[in-house]
């Protein structure tokens, strides 16, 4: 059994609306393995973030199954699953606002007990030490992105995840992130699996899924 492999089997998702209840997903299989950076593309309200949600454990399986080294994230538990192995850039950021950018990195460090500096991190993303040293709320959007893509690479979860993380940047700091995830995948051995509207972050791939009609292919 391979050691850093995320599988999906036959998954379906649901949502109950007003006017009833409408299927997003509509049984999709996927094989993840460490090592590759996967872009999944597709129109919007297709349901990538469905998906994404589900791969990392925000949300419960309804039908199907996802299985992390052959075992059920069912059985390993959502909590459990989400805190050891996956990492994920929010299409919100969900930065804390009230602490610096710094301090939201090393809030990740922290968590593995690891000691390493927080700006090692920024300055990959393309933060000064200045910016870090400012409040989440006090930086542009495009540096909030670059804060949440630090917290996630400055985490050691074996799976990356992460949700138009290059829609507010311009082309250079999209070309450096790009770079980033690539080598996490590469060097770092790491799942790599990014939503992305980006041509750029597609040609960059080493697999491109598209999301149409509730199927991945
Ligand atoms: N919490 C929710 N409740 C009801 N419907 C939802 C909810 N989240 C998403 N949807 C619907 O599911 C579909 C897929 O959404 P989403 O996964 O966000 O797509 P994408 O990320 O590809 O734009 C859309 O039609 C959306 O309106
Ligand atoms: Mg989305």
Request: charged share 30%; proline share 1%; hydrophobic share 35%.
């Amino acid at each position: 059994m391979k050691n850093n492999v995320l599988k999906v089997e036959g998954l379906e998702y649901s949502y109950q609306n007003a006017s009833g209840t409408q299927k997003v997903l509509k049984g999709i299989d996927a094989e993840f393995e460490a090592g590759k950076m996967y872009a999944i593309v597709g129109e919007s309200g297709s349901g990538k973030t469905t998906f994404l949600s589900l791969i990392s454990a925000l949300d419960k399986i309804q039908e199907g199954d996802i299985r992390y080294n052959g075992k059920s994230v069912r059985k390993i538990g959502g909590s459990e699953f989400r805190l050891k192995y996956v990492n994920i850039v929010f299409q919100s950021y969900n930065l804390i606002k009230y602490m610096t950018a710094r301090e939201n990195v090393q809030v990740a460090i922290d968590f593995d007990k690891r000691k390493v500096s927080p700006d090692k991190y920024l300055a990959q993303v393309g933060l000064t030490e200045e910016e870090g040293g400012r409040l989440v709320n006090k930086l542009s959007g495009g540096q909030q992105q670059r804060v949440a893509i630090a917290r996630a690479i400055a985490s050691n979860s074996p799976i990356i995840v992460a949700d138009e993380p290059t829609g507010n940047l311009d082309e250079d700091t999209e070309e450096k992130i790009i770079e980033i995830f690539r080598e996490l995948a590469h060097k770092e051995d790491k799942i790599v699996i990014i939503v992305t509207h980006s041509k750029r972050v597609a040609e960059h791939a080493d697999e491109v899924l598209r999301l149409r009609r509730g199927v991945l292919s």
